[in-house]
């Protein structure tokens, strides 16, 4: 996976990025998008992000997420 350019929020970018997770079952890349508060998922061999949680800026509403800094999945 690669990102060129700069930060931004668009689902090729990322913003103050905090932690990445690899699910080795599947080799997807999960990111702490932290700037963009939200929850990005990566397949392999694509540079395009799939939303998985926020994305509707900071907040407590259930489509929101608040400068997540870890990932934890079960």
Known sequence: MMFLGSSGSLLTQLSSPNSVVLDSSTNT???????????????????????????AGAGTSST?????TDIYYD
């Open 29 to 55: 890349l999960y990111v702490a998008d932290t700037g963009n508060h939200r929850i990005l998922s990566f397949e392999p061999n694509v540079t395009t992000g799939v939303l998985v949680a926020g994305g």
């Open 64 to 68: 929101q997420l608040s400068s997540p």
